[in-house]
């Protein structure tokens, strides 16, 4: 029997990251309309080109695994080079991998990350694969769900059958190919979900697909882009997500916002806000994931909401100072050296 403390179901990857100097002639960005914008045809040169391992439950895997617990990653890859490069980073980092599958005469998953004026562009590839996880013998007190490839669905019935049986705990943070199937696709999950983890947009795209948590459409834009921007204001429509997140299932709602910080809801309704913590900004990916890993190891670890937040905001603070979603995860003495000179200060 495999015991673990969190067991992550979903992607693993690649990430190809390509930072270019906000001076770079060669790109434009335009700020009206968001779009970055180049000549097709041109060679541009980058200033830095790192390859690491990404995909959200491979880096919250190793994430919780920095943070002193045992983690293991249900995930299917390739059998080529860059997939013998995923393998052999998690087992570095201690995180079990036999419950990786890896699919013969296949390749490797891929994204391209394109770093440009402290944001992302993001290419990402989805090799079509079955994602076919099987959960005999598993043994584990919590499981990470999150985003995966086009043919989930089957990956998240089993997950969510495995939760029923076993009363295991449930953490969830859907991605976006989860979200956009419409709120019943996810529906069975959410019910059974102890905490989710969303940011504000994904927060908004699930209430409005929802019947049972639709917010006031007259303070929505398009695809839920807000239209109200004051502090106070934001707070409130924050709390009204939180509220009506819940009530479609997880016990526990959190919501990050970015520089406004995150909030959550406990099982008591009593909501709690943590603030952003103010550093350099080098590349954003893996900022989300960074979070739900500094919550969960926190939790795991005996301590309150209130405390799970600070961890997953310096968790979080720590990864966008570095390039890549895995290189600033914090490891358990240096989330504790943090909380104690903040402590001292």
């Keep these: 029997m495999q015991s673990f403390d969190v067991v992550c ?14 001076a770079n002639k060669h790109l434009r960005l335009n700020a009206q309309t968001n779009e970055l914008c180049f000549h097709s045809g041109e060679k541009i040169a980058v200033d830095g080109c790192n390859l690491s391992l990404g995909g959200n439950a491979a880096n919250v895997a190793v994430g919780l695994s920095r943070l002193g617990l045992k983690s293991s ?6 059998d080529d080079e860059l997939s013998h490069k995923i393998i052999n980073t998690l087992k570095k ?26 944001e992302r562009t993001i290419f990402s590839e989805h ?7 099987v959960f005999d013998n598993l043994s584990t007190k919590w499981l990470y769900l999150t985003s995966i490839g086009n043919e989930w669905k089957n990956a998240y019935e089993r997950t969510s059958n495995f939760v029923k049986q076993t009363k295991t705990l449930l953490a969830f943070n859907p991605g976006t190919l989860q979200i956009n199937a419409g709120y019943e696709s996810i529906a069975d999950v959410l019910n059974v ?12 795209r699930i209430s409005n697909l929802s019947p049972r948590a639709r917010l006031d459409s007259a303070r929505l834009g398009e695809a839920g882009k807000f239209l109200i921007f004051n502090e106070k204001d934001n707070k409130d ?20 916002d970015g520089d406004c910080g995150s909030y959550a809801i406990d099982e008591k309704g009593e909501i709690i806000a943590q603030a952003a913590i103010k550093t350099k900004i080098v590349e954003k990916t893996g900022a989300g994931d960074a979070y739900s890993t500094g919550f969960m190891s926190a939790i795991l670890h005996g301590l309150s909401i209130k405390d799970a937040m600070h961890w997953g905001t310096l968790n979080s603070a720590s990864v966008i100072e570095k390039i890549g979603a895995q290189v600033g995860l914090l490891r358990k003495e240096e989330m504790e050296e943090k909380l104690k000179r903040i402590s001292n200060s």
């Design 193 to 204: 979900t102890n905490i989710l983890f969303v940011n504000k947009e994904e927060a908004t």
């Design 9 to 22: 179901v979903g992607n693993a990857k690649i990430d190809l990251f390509l930072s270019i100097h906000e």
């Design 93 to 118: 980092e201690d995180v079990h991998t036999e419950n990786v599958k890896r699919s013969k005469d296949n390749e490797c998953s891929i994204s391209v990350i394109i770093n440009f004026k402290n």
């Design 127 to 133: 090799i079509k694969r079955l994602h076919d996880f």
């Design 237 to 256: 429509i924050i709390k009204q997500l939180l509220i009506k997140l819940q009530k479609l299932g997880p016990k526990i709602v959190v919501i990050t």
């Design 73 to 78: 990653l249900y995930a299917e890859i390739g």
